[in-house]
């Protein structure tokens, strides 16, 4: 009774051969769907951070103009960082009371810029560029052109900023 138990269990070449190609197949398709799904996660990141910022740009409404409620009571020798569309800008109330606005992007490699009252000037820490606080121009260092400047115009309701 035993050799017919054991006769009935062993399996022939080709149902043992079926067998394999099923965990082969099977074991193909959940390695190529885990494959695909690394590949999505690793690709879009990557596609993001290729995807051109200007055509982001071109798509983004153009802005003319900003309105700063109650910047008017910025103390003077201050700075108020805004953003001005989607850039970094400055608001500089300097001590003879003058206002400036000014892109707040070193023009060399675009790092943030800041503004030193003590010095009075704007300085970028990435490579050392220094331009003028009340101009904009390139004083010192690698920035090949001004930091570009916008019309202000101060009153009760605010700061009003355009371009110029």
Request: hydrophobic fraction near 40%.
């Amino acid at each position: 009774m035993s050799e017919i138990a054991s006769e009935d269990t062993k399996l022939t070449p080709a149902a043992e051969e079926g067998a394999d190609s099923l965990t082969r197949r099977a074991f193909l398709v959940a390695g190529s769907a885990a494959g695909a799904c690394y590949a999505a996660a690793i690709g879009y990141p990557v596609y993001r951070y290729l995807a051109s910022p200007s055509e982001m740009a071109l798509s983004a409404p153009a802005i003319t103009e900003v309105t700063l409620k109650d910047a008017q009571k910025l103390p003077v020798a201050s700075v108020l960082m805004f953003k001005f569309g989607t850039r970094p800008a400055m608001l500089i109330h300097h001590q003879d009371g003058t206002w400036v606005a000014l892109t707040a992007v070193c023009t060399h490699l675009g790092c943030t810029v800041q503004y030193e009252p003590e010095a009075n000037r704007i300085h970028c820490a990435c490579h050392g560029g220094v331009y003028d606080s009340n101009t904009g121009a390139n004083v010192s260092g690698p920035p090949p052109k001004p930091l570009t400047r916008f019309k202000v115009a101060v009153g009760e309701g605010g700061v009003q900023i355009s371009r110029t």
